[in-house]
């Protein structure tokens, strides 16, 4: 591996951990404007300080994020099929490498769809991609896509899924958490992060997700609805963030996500409540005289 593409990916899985919070907001390349991500800008900014990058089409990057914020860019170059289109597997690649060069980009994502009608295109793609991304030192996420049929997710499916896309040479594969999800890790020679899914019940339960998948080998996380359609984005990623870097158990993230909840929902001083406060005496800030001979 080239200095280029291990400097890249280090921005991603971070060296101080081994590990990496992916903050996913790719969703509308074929969802339109998903359920609290209609405004990119508004949902994505207050995240940002919490992510160690951001998974996102060119169109959100340079609409809704402020170029001068240093945050690692992992851009999503497939696409072509909607939600409401034919199939969702039909995808192509739909940026270039020198797009995502000149947007500064720290690597290339791309879906993959094994046992759909375009596995075959989907996996061509993948290829193509890593030979350009070698090239210029870009790593490149493969993203096991399982379109519609969510019930797919099952550790035989990912395992076949996650270890095809290694085996056309991706650098890090993004898949979702299962039962026996060890299999699926062990069985990946590269490293293994979690997409969240749809949403869960609670934020309890999404936690409890993020560490069985960690405490099963994966190295982190790219994790879009579960924090962002959580009513307390910002807590839930701290807690997300403290569980991939931190190690901390599901309780410790849990009282984290509390704490930050409660901190936000606490009243805000206004003018009005700050004006209304009785004026406290304070002291007068006049030094004595002193003696002078
Ligand atoms: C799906 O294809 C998108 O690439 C998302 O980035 C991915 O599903 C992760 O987001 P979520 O945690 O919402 O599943």
């Known amino acids: 591996m080239d200095w280029g593409l291990k400097n890249r990916l280090a921005r991603i899985i971070r060296p101080h951990s081994g590990r990496g919070v992916m903050l996913a907001v790719d969703h509308g390349y074929f969802l339109g404007p998903t359920e609290h991500l209609e405004i990119p800008r508004k949902t994505i900014q207050p995240l940002l300080p919490y992510a160690d990058s951001l998974m996102l089409t060119r169109g959100i990057l340079r609409t809704s994020v402020d170029e001068k914020y240093p945050i690692p860019v992992v851009l999503r170059v497939s696409g072509g099929s909607s939600i409401i289109g034919k199939d969702l597997s039909n995808e192509k690649i739909t940026t270039s490498v020198k797009e995502a060069i000149r947007l500064n980009a720290s690597a290339l994502a791309l879906s993959i769809f094994v046992g759909a009608p375009y596995e075959h295109e989907s996996l061509v793609n993948l290829g193509k991609l890593v030979d350009e991304g070698e090239e210029y030192g870009i790593p490149v996420l493969a993203v096991t896509a399982v379109g519609k049929e969510l019930e797919k997710r099952d550790a035989r499916y990912l395992a076949l899924s996650c270890r095809i896309a290694a085996e056309f040479g991706a650098h890090v594969v993004k898949t979702y958490y299962c039962e ?34 960690l405490h099963a080998g994966a190295v982190g996380v790219d994790m879009g609805r579960n924090i962002w359609q959580s009513d307390y984005p910002v807590p839930m990623i701290k807690a997300v963030r403290a569980l991939v870097h931190q190690r901390v158990t599901v309780k410790e993230a849990h009282e984290i996500f509390i704490k930050n909840k409660e901190i936000e929902k606490a009243p805000k001083p206004t003018f009005e409540t700050i004006a209304a406060q009785p004026k406290t005496k304070t002291k007068s800030t006049k030094s004595k005289k002193t003696k002078s001979n």
């Open 180 to 213: 026996n999800f060890e299999k699926v890790v062990n069985s990946c020679p590269v490293p293994v992060i979690i997409a969240g899914g749809p949403k869960l019940d609670s934020e309890l339960d999404a936690l409890q997700l993020t560490f069985d998948a």
